[in-house]
């Protein structure tokens, strides 16, 4: 299988991207975690640019070991008079150095005539041999370039012992035959071409990057130049982990694959997101937050079966846990049941569906069902709570300067007890006594109260959440009167407490 090299430049180009600025300690962070990943060679920023790039060009060379690391120059002995200054220390340095050869840039940016264009960047490419044994050379908007002058250019870098000679489309303008054609057409014409590696570096500007680079390497590229998450200049650069999955997934198909780590991919991800402060998109290939999760039933009903109908590469191999299915209005049975199960809750068919029901409800009026909202949908008494206790009566006594009492009758399967206690308030002294009646100790963790209906008579709604030990319990409780409702809200969150308990019980052995 033909190795394709990875040339990163998320340090460099990807920095290029509107409103990142990396300071030393984060390009050091990303290069450590870039040399995990296992690229081959990193871009690690234009010294020439500012004393601080400079700086941080320095501390990631003396940072890395296994990595060539890299310093981007202009074709100006000061820029890379500043690359070999940031480069001491480094175990693999090399120098790239650029000049752009299109006849847009030629006329309008460099004020060059071809000749000047082809003589500055020999000078430079000489210069830069004094100092360092490898040097990339780069045609800027080579899309856009001639395709003989290209390859005159290309012939005087071969020919002045460059290493690598990198083809980039800028500005992310050609169709993938094309910039395909423009490999095989250096390959075929350049003299000694077998003496460089060829590299691809494209943009995304129509969003063709990805295909454009894939176009490449089947055209014979050596190298593949990109960043992390596919950040950049605009529209940015080729994602990495795209070619890298890509071919990995389609190995068959492109006969070549990059020596990258691929578990770390996800890791890598998360680290530029956080340091640059870009948001992956959540269906971004490879890394988005849903490359791996599904919506609709029948992808989902797919997944449970065999998850390769709709997986054509695993979460796992890029260093993510799981995939995820993720219900919503799309989502079916199967992975409904599947859901239940694993928040511990074995139900029977017709449960299955009284629940499903509800749920489709819901998932209409929401973007994504979350645990939480499917537990109180259950709690709900979607399955039915076995009332252990049953309020009957209530009897408090209260008086502003005396402590206020209550009296709780409640009956169980096979008798009525009735137990009295005392308490901070009202409330606390129901509560008291409830819990004389149940025997179980349970930590009153939440209390909520509202008034559902309007005027004096509105009914109170209470709310409760009681814990013990790992397992907590939800409670409602109506009335017109808020103590009656606080005493319901209670015996309503023991006896779902119970079931629970004995649910996960019932869990714990299965998983035994
Ligand atoms: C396609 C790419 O991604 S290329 C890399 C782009 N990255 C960057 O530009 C980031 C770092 N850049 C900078 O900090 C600044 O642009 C600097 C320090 C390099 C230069 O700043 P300044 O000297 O103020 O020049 P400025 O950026 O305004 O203009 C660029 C100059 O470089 C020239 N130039 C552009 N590319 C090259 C090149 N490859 N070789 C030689 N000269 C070049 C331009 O023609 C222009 O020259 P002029 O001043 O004679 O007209
Ligand atoms: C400096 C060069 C290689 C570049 O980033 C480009 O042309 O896009
Ligand atoms: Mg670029």
Redo the contacts with the bound molecule.
């Keep these: 299988m033909r190795k394709i090299y990875v040339f990163d430049t998320t340090l460099r ?1 990807g920095e ?1 991207s509107p409103g990142v600025n990396l300071n030393t300690r984060e390009k050091v962070e990303m290069a450590l975690q870039l040399e995990k990943l296992k690229i081959d060679r990193m871009e690690a920023g ?1 010294p ?3 004393p601080g790039d400079l700086a941080a060009v320095n501390a990631v060379a003396r940072a890395v070991k296994d990595v060539t690391v890299i310093g ?1 120059s ?3 002995e000061s820029d890379i008079d500043a690359v070999r200054e940031a480069l001491i220390g480094a175990q693999d340095p090399c120098i790239h150095v ?3 050869t299109s006849p847009i840039h030629r006329k309008f ?2 004020r060059m005539e071809k000749q000047q264009v082809l003589e ?1 960047a020999q000078a430079s490419i000489r210069y830069a041999k004094k100092y360092f044994s490898k040097v990339e050379f780069s045609l ?1 908007d080579a899309g856009r370039t001639e395709l003989d002058f290209m390859a005159e250019v290309v012939a005087m870098a071969v020919r002045e012992g460059a290493s690598v000679v990198n083809i ?1 489309d ?1 500005v992310g303008y050609l169709y993938p035959s094309e910039y395909g054609a423009i490999f095989k057409y250096l390959k075929e014409n350049v003299p000694d071409i077998e003496k460089v590696q060829l590299s691809a570096h494209c943009h995304n500007d129509l969003g063709m990057a990805t295909a454009n680079t894939l176009a490449a390497i089947l055209n014979g590229a050596d190298q593949i130049e990109g960043t992390i998450n596919g950040i950049g ?1 605009r529209a940015g650069n080729t994602a990495i982990e795209e070619i890298a999955m890509a071919l990995e997934t389609r190995a068959e198909f492109f006969g070549a694959k990059t020596g990258l780590a691929l578990t770390e991919i996800a890791r890598t991800s998360r680290l530029v997101s956080k340091l640059t402060g870009m948001v992956v998109p959540g269906n971004k290939a490879i890394v988005g937050a849903n490359a791996f999760a599904h919506e609709s039933g029948i992808h989902q009903d797919g997944m449970l079966k065999e998850k390769t109908t709709y997986e054509i590469m695993t979460p796992e191999s890029i260093g993510l846990k799981e995939s995820k299915l993720v219900l919503g209005k799309h989502s079916g049975r199967h992975a409904f049941r599947e859901k239940l199960m694993d928040l511990g809750y074995d139900l029977s068919e017709e449960q299955v569906n009284e629940a499903f029901t509800k749920f489709k409800v819901l998932a209409d009026k929401k973007k994504e069902v979350s645990d939480e909202d499917l537990l109180a949908l259950l709690e709900e008494k979607l399955i039915d709570t076995p009332e252990v206790f049953k309020l009957e009566t209530i009897f408090v006594a209260y008086g502003n300067e005396s402590t206020p009492t209550a009296r709780v009758r409640i009956a169980t399967e096979d008798q009525t007890i009735e137990e009295e206690a005392e308490g901070n308030g009202s409330v606390d002294a129901i509560y008291n006594a409830i819990d004389k009646v149940s025997g179980e100790e349970v930590t009153l963790a939440d209390y909520s109260i509202k008034s559902v209906t309007h005027g004096k008579d509105a009914q109170g709604e209470v709310h409760v959440v009681l814990s013990q030990n790992d397992v907590a319990a939800q409670g409602r409780g109506l009335s017109t009167d808020i103590l009656e409702a606080s005493a319901r809200a209670y015996v309503d969150a023991v006896n779902v407490l119970i079931e629970k308990r004995k649910t996960f019980s019932r869990r714990e052995r299965a998983t035994l």
Excluded: G, H, M, V
């Design positions: 180009d290029q234009f020439a640019a500012s981007l202009r074709s100006r650029f000049l752009a940016k460099l500055t800027e980039p800028t200049e």
